[in-house]
C-alpha cells in the first residue's frame, strides 16, 4: 500500500497570468502576494481574467 504526499523538501508556489495581455506576477511562496498583484494590475489595465497557478511537487510513498 501507497499514499502520495507533498514533497516535505520542496515548497509550494504560486503564479497568475492575464488572460487578456499575457501579463504574469511575480512567483510567490502564498497565494496573498499573487492575488495583489493581480488586482494591482486590473486597476491599471481594466483586465479581470486571470489564470492561476498553484504547483506543488509530490512523492510516493509507503503508507504505515
Given at each position: 500500500?501507497h499514499?502520495?504526499?507533498?514533497?516535505?523538501?520542496?515548497?509550494?508556489t504560486?503564479e497568475?497570468q492575464?488572460?487578456?495581455c499575457?501579463?504574469?506576477?511575480?512567483?510567490?511562496?502564498?497565494?496573498a502576494?499573487v492575488?495583489?498583484?493581480?488586482?494591482?494590475?486590473?486597476?491599471?489595465s481594466?483586465?479581470?481574467?486571470?489564470?492561476?497557478?498553484?504547483?506543488?511537487?509530490?512523492?510516493?510513498?509507503?503508507?504505515?
Amino acid at each position: 500500500m501507497h499514499r502520495i504526499t507533498e514533497h516535505p523538501d520542496i515548497g509550494v508556489t504560486f503564479e497568475a497570468q492575464c488572460l487578456h495581455c499575457g501579463w504574469k506576477a511575480e512567483s510567490a511562496d502564498a497565494p496573498a502576494p499573487v492575488d495583489v498583484e493581480c488586482m494591482s494590475h486590473t486597476g491599471r489595465s481594466g483586465h479581470a481574467g486571470f489564470r492561476r497557478i498553484r504547483t506543488s511537487f509530490a512523492m510516493v510513498v509507503r503508507a504505515e
